[in-house]
Every structure is written in C-alpha cells, then in structure tokens.
C-alpha cells in the first residue's frame, strides 16, 4: 500500500502560479510513474502531467507549457511536485496525486485524496 499525500491547493487569481507536492510513502523508484489527474466540476478525471520512474514526462495539451512536474529533490526524494504558471480559470479543479507499481506480478494504482485548485477569473 502506497500513501500520497498532495499539498499546495488554494485559490489564486488567473494569471498567477501555484504549486503542488505529493509526497509518497514509497520510494519514488519503486513506482512505475507519478502523475497529476484533476476533475473539474461536471467533468470526469483527466491526466494533466505524468512523470515515469525514467525520469520522461508527458503533459496535457492543455497544459504543455504552462505545467511542469518534476522530482523535488529540495524537499526528499518521495515528493513530486507539479509546477502550475499562467493558471486559467479552466485549470480549476481537484488535483490527485496518483502512483502506479509493478510489485509481485501484479500492476496497482494508489490515488491521494485530491487538493482544491481554484482560479479566479
């Protein structure tokens, strides 16, 4: 069982930036891939950035230039962090923090409990 946990959500006016940790209780490279899901209001889950246990990273579309997740080795080795800029009142939503591991033949998914991200128009 792997436990995330996401900080940083808040309300913060378009234009401005925000940024989000997720520290696992796992070794990040025990994990196959970290990732960003959010889900708007009315809208189910999507992927907004992933980050695989190689070090590659794939974005939304939405997001490409504006987001950038990465490892904070600032912080400890556990905790990925997604870097939010240019916010747009679209971008507001509950972000998940969501680890991916290949352990003992099988592929499990662990979801945080989400953080609120508003942005104000």
């Known amino acids: 069982q792997v436990q995330l946990e996401e900080s940083g959500g808040g309300l913060v006016p378009a234009g401005e930036s925000l940024t989000l940790s997720c520290a696992s209780s796992a070794s990040i490279q025990s994990l196959n891939s970290m990732a960003w899901y959010r889900q708007a209001p009315g809208k189910g889950r999507e992927l907004v950035a992933r980050m695989m246990r190689s070090g590659a990273t794939t974005y939304a579309d939405s997001v490409k230039d504006r987001f950038t997740i990465f490892r904070d080795m600032a912080k400890n080795t556990n905790t990925v962090t997604l870097q939010m800029n240019s916010l747009k009142s679209e971008d507001t939503a509950v972000y998940y923090c969501?680890?991916?591991?290949?352990?003992?033949?099988?592929?499990?998914?662990?979801w945080g409990q989400g953080t609120q991200v508003t942005v104000s128009s």
């Open positions: 969501v680890a991916d591991q290949y352990y003992d033949g099988h592929y499990y998914t662990f």
